[in-house]
């Protein structure tokens, strides 16, 4: 079914939110203002309280609306539909307004608090026109073994010639290797990951292409440069498993966390930190060294890789007061020895889901003076701010990143104070 509808105003996971004959109808590829003309999602007929819609045509357009800056990942009208990009429409800082407006919005529905929320984006995204940031892309072997993505509503694979968010440094790696042009087993997983060259990061090879998680070119384990405060860390991670994926966002999140850090410890030169969710260590080797110098550092990870890579870290930079725990967070935080248990500072970074009300509490009932949090979903983020100021907290600051250009993602940091 198509239709005639004018866009109201900003809504969840990259649409944008009209009216059909009184129906709630949220619209990809739309922005706030704009008359559009949309093809409603089968079936149209359906009873839900809302229905979804794509863009076919622009009969009024927004002054933040641009051509589409990778036309694949475009509405399916236009010949796209592969994801991965779905605010290729919006001007850049259109695209800063709308993560803003997303997260203030959640902030105040769930989390009660109204405040303005700052964003900003890595100094050389800019100039990049919000494109080559990605330094870990995955794809699926179509019919033909050729890399591909999945057409959005269908089964069908779409060969891709290019990725233009990879990184530089990804597409020539993946040129060197022939990705594009190599025939695949039909329906083979594809992921290459291409740590960003740093200066003082010496590593041959340092690259993982992995076919269905095996390893077929580079090395499995990849070495990350982050530096903080002008100091280098240098982090070993799985060519498979989780790091930032903005070549800027490691150094980004890593300096914003221990700035919020420094400045609620002050002169104690043995604070008591927790560190959860702390993957390879990406926080906790910058908190046990720059923050206070004999912090006592508790790390805890679920994922066993990862927390075998981030005790290699430490050993590799003779850090030797940290301790490494694996395992669910909550179950951890109800083990902990005497010089752990308290807490000073409290920094997490929890999954999508968030870190929940029984690990909220837990933190609070260890007296922790400050928590910093790190999201990467503005929704689960504001819920467990809702959590932390009902159990006695007050949201101190908050501030997003545009890590994600061209992607409706956001991730925002904030601090929490008692």
Request: charged share 25%; net charge negative.
């Amino acid at each position: 079914m198509q239709a005639e509808i004018r866009i109201e105003r900003f809504a969840d996971q990259g649409r944008c939110v009209g009216h059909i004959d009184g129906r709630v109808v949220f619209v990809r590829f739309a922005l706030p203002g704009e008359l559009l003309r949309v093809t409603v999602d089968e079936p149209h007929d359906r009873e839900d309280r809302f229905w979804t819609a794509e863009v076919d045509e622009v009969i009024e357009a927004s002054p933040e609306r641009v051509p589409y800056a990778w036309p694949l990942a475009g509405p399916l009208s236009s010949g796209g539909g592969v994801g991965g990009a779905d605010l290729c429409h919006v001007s850049l800082g259109g695209q800063l307004a709308w993560k803003s407006q997303i997260v203030k919005e959640q902030i105040s529905r769930l989390g009660r608090q109204d405040v303005d929320v700052p964003i900003s984006r890595p100094d050389d995204d800019e100039s990049r026109d919000g494109l080559h940031w990605r330094t870990r892309i995955e794809m699926i072997a179509d019919e033909q073994g050729l890399p591909s993505m999945r057409r959005r509503g269908t089964h069908q694979r779409v060969r891709v010639h290019d990725m233009p968010l990879a990184s530089k440094a990804l597409l020539d790696i993946a040129q060197e290797q022939g990705v594009w042009n190599t025939s695949f087993v039909p329906g083979t997983h594809i992921r290459l990951s291409v740590p960003e060259p740093r200066a003082g990061v010496e590593a041959e090879d340092n690259f993982g292409l992995l076919t269905n998680d095996e390893l077929q070119a580079g090395k499995q384990q990849l070495v990350e440069g982050v530096r903080v405060d002008g100091r280098l860390f240098t982090y070993q991670v799985d060519a498979s498993g989780f790091w930032q994926v903005h070549l800027d966002a490691p150094q980004t999140l890593a300096q914003e966390v221990i700035d919020l850090v420094r400045s609620q410890v002050g002169d104690d030169s043995h604070p008591c930190i927790w560190d959860l969710y702390s993957g390879s260590g990406l926080f906790t080797l910058p908190l046990a060294t720059v923050v206070g110098g004999g912090a006592k550092v508790l790390s805890v990870e679920g994922a066993k890789v990862a927390v075998r890579n981030a005790r290699r870290n430490l050993r590799e930079m003779n850090i030797n007061h940290v301790d490494v725990r694996c395992g669910d967070v909550s179950a951890t935080l109800n083990h902990l020895p005497s010089n752990l248990s308290a807490p000073d500072v409290v920094v997490l970074d929890p999954p999508r889901a968030g870190a929940r009300s029984r690990v909220c509490h837990q933190i609070a009932d260890a007296g922790a003076e400050a928590v910093v949090y790190v999201a990467c979903d503005p929704t689960s983020l504001a819920r467990d701010i809702g959590t932390f100021c009902k159990l006695g907290y007050t949201l101190r600051h908050i501030r997003a990143f545009d890590i994600y250009p061209m992607t409706h993602h956001v991730e925002t940091v904030a601090m929490l104070t008692r």
